[in-house]
């Protein structure tokens, strides 16, 4: 918890004055003692060392540990995208993507038409490999083999956003999205985690 207290030229210093803690007694924020203002943001602590120094149990009974700043039961490790994908869709969009182009290239002058529930087939892809190699983009043999699944969906949002709109682009997007199939898988234990507390909550009423 901050205090804040102005300063000269719409400056404003920000004053830790409290800490926050959970029900359990688990201190939430991580320790900021004897560090710059750079650990502390970008320091991690790591998720299979906790501090054990500092455990606290839930009303369920489940165990948690301060000290370490919120941390998620379960992760997702972001894929960093490789040279041959930041090379077709740069980030951020400083010109518009190899996908537009193709789209672009592809559709021409006609009004973009696809059915709901398209996908790209491997015809697509070739197609998109001779388009590539007719724009003098230079790729590797392997790259462009390795990456066909990710150019499938990469070239079925730019086909979809162009026939079907923005949302329905994103519907298809976020449906094969590993991220989103992680979130899905983990809803069980979610679940579990929730009637273990409302059982708590009822015998306790």
């Not at 203002?37 to 790591?46: K, T, V």
């Not at 996908?99 to 015809?123: H, M, V």
Request: glycine share 6%; hydrophobic share 35%; charged share 25%.
């Amino acid at each position: 918890m901050q205090a804040q207290f102005p300063l000269a030229e719409g400056a404003a210093l920000l004053l830790t004055i409290a800490h926050y803690y959970t029900p359990s007694g688990r201190l939430i924020q991580r320790d900021y003692s004897n560090k710059s203002f750079y650990e502390y943001y970008y320091s991690r602590h790591p998720a299979d060392q906790p501090n054990t120094q500092d455990v606290k149990a839930t009303d369920s009974g489940r165990k948690v540990y301060g000290g370490g700043g919120i941390t998620p039961d379960e992760k997702y490790a972001t894929v960093r995208p490789s040279i041959f994908q930041r090379r077709l869709s740069p980030y951020p969009w400083q010109a518009p993507d190899m996908f537009y182009r193709f789209a672009s290239n592809y559709f021409g002058d006609k009004k973009p038409e696809i059915a709901d529930g398209w996908q790209a087939d491997d015809q697509i892809v070739e197609r998109f490999h001779t388009f590539l190699t007719a724009q003098a983009m230079p790729f590797v043999e392997g790259d462009f083999t390795a990456n066909r699944d990710w150019m499938k969906e990469h070239i079925r949002w730019e086909f979809y956003y162009r026939a079907l709109g923005k949302n329905a682009a994103e519907r298809a997007r976020w449906a094969n999205d590993p991220e989103v199939l992680k979130a899905i898988e983990s809803l069980p234990k979610a679940q579990s985690l929730l009637s273990a507390s409302q059982k708590v909550y009822a015998m306790r009423q």
